[in-house]
């Protein structure tokens, strides 16, 4: 006990990179449970180390390599080129102006990206997000809307401070023969450290190209039919409500 | 509520689960009467197809009683009596409006993780994996109905539960094989499999103008409502050298203009390339026994069409080069059962279609596991097996 109070938990382990850590370790413990062997128990040893490095957001091995991956203080505006970006686009079976505003509403943009996080509008272009991550972890940033064409394109970038820097752009184009309006969403997260940093964010890239090809479908679908598809209260032997 | 639910490999039980509940505005929620054993839940109950969780509802061929509707329902009313595709669709996707109603966009809640396996997502479905939605299924008391409007279809007066439940699946997809073989007046179309969708392609085929119908199948009670409740001529393939050599010697060495495969990838067979199958699919080195498909790419007429109804995974030693050099048409996909239901009410309420036949065997939601059983080891001559929930 003394020990670990002597320990420095300094944090130095990027938002993303915690969330994309207790996610996998938390599948790793789970396994274990779901069936015991040689193989799962050593997934579940490698997966507390993961919750723990993800939970704390301190990493025992970055600490002794004196690595750092958590840029929680930059702004913004200093996303770079060295970023990993997530292009995802869809194809909604309306025009493209009421795409676009069917988008800018405040009211179905938390819904659309209801699946990853609350997205409060604080007015004036500005929105808070707040996410929650495995086991109770909560990653909070505000962004700005920095950029507007009307019809087109909306750009949004974090603010300082931000936990998870990033900034995008989502613009609307029509589709052919009338069908509707092609968007594309695209977007970068700060990475942490330069190219090793870049190296893990392509990695966990995954994750944000699944959470924006998501929030893409779910807006088709509150787009074209005013609603989107739930597994709430899905009646199963696991018990109501049943995201996978 | 009750329901039936799958909690791994060969391992069903009847449990207590929570109610379903209107969740989105054009929800609807049904009383289930009747709901059936499908062919294509014996893959996941064998462990062939991913994306199950312990615990999950199954069943997704089904009809019921409405008795709620969510704010935006407006034609489906509390009290109607309805039948429900297998396959949920918006109505208002480019695919639903192209009438390619199983590749609906705005149905499947877990289109992500579908989207990894396919490349694109399809319709959710009823009870039928996570990657196809992971939406609760219909052998239980109870089930929500999305998007009640387009996909809940009244039944008329005076017909029967088992005349009518099988117009939710195993109906419109046997008729969908048989409207993809583009029929013309003379043609012979052979169909694989006479389990309950193939036996309702073979009457479909009929329906739809073809001259002779040869069904392909080892179970003689089987081969025998072939016969009998359809007209079909048969093959039982354990009693000939050879379908290919037999199907030829039926049609004066031209072969069957279409061939319908309603097997889909645990197929049976007598020959190496099937032992060799069985072994692979063991060892879970491919997930495809495909030995209907194989014969029925082999059989088919030059410049035929193959429709494939059964269900597939992957599969490896896949005859590609003879369905090239042959030039056959390929049609397939999951039912686009929203095309289908209405002009098949129609032919059952005009007498020229009766689907009850099917029903081999009624059981209560209590016995769903003992009905599994015996509808997957085609005891008793089990075609179906129908539950009655409450």
């Given at each position: 006990m003394e020990r670990v109070e002597t320990v420095t938990q300094k944090t130095n382990v990027s938002a993303l990179e915690r969330l994309g850590s207790t996610a996998v370790g938390s599948m790793l413990v789970l396994n274990v449970a779901r069936k015991p062997s040689l193989r799962t128990v050593a997934g579940a040893l490698l997966g507390t180390d993961l919750i723990y490095r993800g939970v704390t957001g301190h990493c025992h091995l970055y600490g002794a390599l004196g690595v750092n991956t958590a840029a929680t203080n930059q702004p913004g505006?200093?996303?770079?080129?060295?970023?990993?970006?997530?292009?995802?686009?869809?194809?909604?079976?309306?025009?493209?102006?009421?795409?676009?505003?069917?988008?800018?509403?405040?009211?179905?943009?938390?819904?659309?990206?209801?699946?990853?996080?609350?997205?409060?509008?604080?007015?004036?272009?500005?929105?808070?997000?707040?996410?929650?991550?495995?086991?109770?972890?909560?990653?909070?940033?505000?962004?700005?809307?920095?950029?507007?064409?009307?019809?087109?394109?909306?750009?949004?970038?974090?603010l300082a401070g931000s936990q998870l820097p990033n900034r995008g752009r989502v613009s609307f184009r029509e589709a052919p023969n009338g069908i509707g309006t092609e968007v594309t969403v695209t977007i970068r997260f700060q990475p942490p450290?330069?190219?090793?940093?870049?190296?893990?964010?392509?990695?966990?890239?995954?994750?944000?190209?699944?959470?924006?090809?998501?929030?893409?479908?779910r807006f088709k679908s509150l787009a074209e039919t005013g609603e989107i598809p739930t597994l709430e209260h899905n009646p199963s032997g696991r018990g109501a409500s049943d995201a996978f | 509520m009750r329901a039936l639910c799958w909690n791994g490999v060969n391992n069903l039980r009847v449990e207590t689960v929570p109610d379903p509940a209107i969740t989105n505005p054009h929800d609807a929620i049904l009383r289930v009467t009747?709901?059936?054993?499908?062919?294509?839940?014996?893959?996941?109950?064998?462990?062939?197809?991913?994306?199950?969780?312990?615990?999950?509802?199954?069943?997704?061929?089904?009809?019921?009683?409405?008795?709620?509707?969510?704010?935006?329902?407006?034609?489906?009313?509390?009290?109607?009596?309805?039948v429900v595709p297998s396959v949920i669709c918006c109505g208002k996707c480019w695919f639903c409006q192209q009438k390619l109603w199983s590749l609906c966009d705005n149905t499947n809640p877990n289109a992500e993780l579908q989207a990894s396996l396919l490349g694109y997502p399809t319709a959710g479905i009823y009870g039928y994996t996570h990657a196809f939605g992971g939406y609760a299924g219909s052998h239980a008391e109870y089930i929500r109905v999305p998007h009640a409007d387009v996909d809940c279809f009244p039944v008329p007066e005076g017909l029967r539960d088992e005349q009518v439940v099988f117009l939710s699946d195993a109906a419109p997809t046997g008729y969908m094989g048989a409207d993809f073989c583009n029929i013309h007046p003379g043609d012979t179309v052979a169909v694989w499999g006479c389990g309950a969708v193939g036996l309702m392609a073979q009457k479909s085929a009929y329906l739809l103008g073809a001259d002779r119908v040869i069904a392909i199948d080892r179970f003689p009670e089987r081969l025998q409502m072939a016969r009998e409740k359809v007209g079909s001529e048969t093959i039982s393939y354990e009693e000939v050298d050879s379908v290919l050599e037999a199907l030829q010697e039926m049609t004066g060495g031209r072969g069957p203009d279409s061939c319908i495969d309603?097997?889909?990838?645990?197929?049976?067979?007598?020959?190496?390339?099937?032992?060799?199958?069985?072994?692979?699919?063991?060892?879970?080195?491919?997930?495809?026994?495909?030995?209907?498909?194989?014969?029925?790419?082999?059989?088919?007429?030059?410049?035929?069409?193959?429709?494939?109804?059964?269900?597939?995974?992957?599969?490896?030693?896949?005859?590609?080069?003879?369905?090239?050099?042959?030039?056959?048409?390929?049609?397939?996909?999951?039912?686009?059962?929203?095309?289908?239901?209405?002009r098949l009410l129609e032919h059952t309420q005009r007498g020229e279609l009766d689907a009850s036949f099917l029903a081999t065997h009624r059981f209560s939601l209590e016995e769903g596991a003992r009905g599994y059983e015996m509808f997957k080891n085609k005891e008793d001559g089990c075609v179906r097996v129908v539950f009655t929930p409450q």
């Amino acid at each position: 006990m003394e020990r670990v109070e002597t320990v420095t938990q300094k944090t130095n382990v990027s938002a993303l990179e915690r969330l994309g850590s207790t996610a996998v370790g938390s599948m790793l413990v789970l396994n274990v449970a779901r069936k015991p062997s040689l193989r799962t128990v050593a997934g579940a040893l490698l997966g507390t180390d993961l919750i723990y490095r993800g939970v704390t957001g301190h990493c025992h091995l970055y600490g002794a390599l004196g690595v750092n991956t958590a840029a929680t203080n930059q702004p913004g505006s200093q996303i770079n080129g060295a970023a990993p970006e997530i292009q995802r686009s869809i194809t909604i079976g309306r025009s493209r102006e009421e795409a676009y505003s069917l988008w800018s509403n405040p009211e179905n943009f938390a819904l659309v990206m209801g699946h990853f996080a609350e997205v409060r509008p604080e007015g004036e272009g500005i929105t808070h997000w707040r996410v929650r991550g495995p086991l109770k972890q909560v990653f909070e940033w505000r962004s700005e809307q920095t950029e507007e064409e009307p019809g087109r394109v909306i750009s949004w970038q974090s603010l300082a401070g931000s936990q998870l820097p990033n900034r995008g752009r989502v613009s609307f184009r029509e589709a052919p023969n009338g069908i509707g309006t092609e968007v594309t969403v695209t977007i970068r997260f700060q990475p942490p450290l330069g190219s090793i940093g870049a190296q893990i964010s392509k990695a966990l890239n995954l994750v944000p190209r699944a959470i924006a090809g998501t929030a893409l479908r779910r807006f088709k679908s509150l787009a074209e039919t005013g609603e989107i598809p739930t597994l709430e209260h899905n009646p199963s032997g696991r018990g109501a409500s049943d995201a996978f | 509520m009750r329901a039936l639910c799958w909690n791994g490999v060969n391992n069903l039980r009847v449990e207590t689960v929570p109610d379903p509940a209107i969740t989105n505005p054009h929800d609807a929620i049904l009383r289930v009467t009747m709901s059936t054993t499908c062919g294509s839940d014996l893959h996941f109950i064998d462990g062939y197809i991913p994306s199950m969780r312990a615990g999950d509802v199954i069943g997704h061929e089904f009809m019921g009683e409405v008795v709620e509707t969510g704010r935006e329902v407006k034609k489906v009313k509390k009290g109607d009596r309805v039948v429900v595709p297998s396959v949920i669709c918006c109505g208002k996707c480019w695919f639903c409006q192209q009438k390619l109603w199983s590749l609906c966009d705005n149905t499947n809640p877990n289109a992500e993780l579908q989207a990894s396996l396919l490349g694109y997502p399809t319709a959710g479905i009823y009870g039928y994996t996570h990657a196809f939605g992971g939406y609760a299924g219909s052998h239980a008391e109870y089930i929500r109905v999305p998007h009640a409007d387009v996909d809940c279809f009244p039944v008329p007066e005076g017909l029967r539960d088992e005349q009518v439940v099988f117009l939710s699946d195993a109906a419109p997809t046997g008729y969908m094989g048989a409207d993809f073989c583009n029929i013309h007046p003379g043609d012979t179309v052979a169909v694989w499999g006479c389990g309950a969708v193939g036996l309702m392609a073979q009457k479909s085929a009929y329906l739809l103008g073809a001259d002779r119908v040869i069904a392909i199948d080892r179970f003689p009670e089987r081969l025998q409502m072939a016969r009998e409740k359809v007209g079909s001529e048969t093959i039982s393939y354990e009693e000939v050298d050879s379908v290919l050599e037999a199907l030829q010697e039926m049609t004066g060495g031209r072969g069957p203009d279409s061939c319908i495969d309603a097997v889909g990838m645990e197929a049976h067979g007598t020959t190496v390339q099937y032992k060799y199958d069985r072994v692979k699919q063991a060892l879970h080195l491919h997930t495809d026994r495909g030995e209907a498909l194989r014969e029925a790419i082999m059989a088919c007429r030059k410049g035929g069409t193959l429709s494939i109804l059964g269900v597939y995974g992957v599969m490896d030693k896949f005859p590609l080069g003879v369905m090239m050099n042959k030039g056959l048409t390929i049609r397939t996909a999951q039912q686009h059962g929203q095309n289908y239901v209405p002009r098949l009410l129609e032919h059952t309420q005009r007498g020229e279609l009766d689907a009850s036949f099917l029903a081999t065997h009624r059981f209560s939601l209590e016995e769903g596991a003992r009905g599994y059983e015996m509808f997957k080891n085609k005891e008793d001559g089990c075609v179906r097996v129908v539950f009655t929930p409450q």
